[in-house]
């Protein structure tokens, strides 16, 4: 079986940074896309960044220019790394993989992992 674990949430000032981690367990073969999410109370959810195995990144335009995903295939991890935080990219961020195969055969569409709280404030 195949989850997403996230890690890095937590309180920053605002123009402070942090560094979210996503990790794909289980006995994976294969990821088209790793990215990330976000949804703020009383919003809906909006793409934040992604990745594809090859590299090419996406972002979403609140974030250009201040936040920067990366992707480890050897790990099956991707990072984010916020910088310039301001209390508008307050919000539970969601890690998701497309397109998954383990090396039994079994293959995914889309999975997400649990969601990890940034919360942005003095």
């Known amino acids: 079986q195949v989850q997403l674990v996230e890690s890095g949430g937590g309180l920053v000032q605002p123009g402070g940074s942090l560094r979210l981690s996503c990790t794909a367990s289980?006995?994976?073969?294969?990821?088209?896309?790793m990215g990330w999410h976000r949804q703020a109370p009383g919003k809906q959810r909006e793409l934040v960044a992604g990745?594809?195995?090859?590299?090419?990144?996406m972002y979403g335009d609140s974030v250009k220019g201040r936040f920067t995903i990366s992707r480890d295939n050897a790990k099956n991890t991707v990072h984010l790394q916020m910088d310039s935080l301001n209390p508008e990219d307050t919000a539970v961020y969601y890690c998701?993989?497309?397109?998954?195969?383990?090396?039994?055969?079994?293959?995914?569409?889309?999975?997400w992992g649990q969601g990890t709280l940034v919360t942005v404030s003095t």
């Open positions: 998701n993989a497309v397109r998954i195969t383990t090396t039994q055969g079994d293959s995914y569409l889309e999975l």
């Open positions: 289980g006995s994976i073969f294969s990821i088209n896309a």
């Open positions: 990745v594809t195995s090859g590299g090419s990144t």
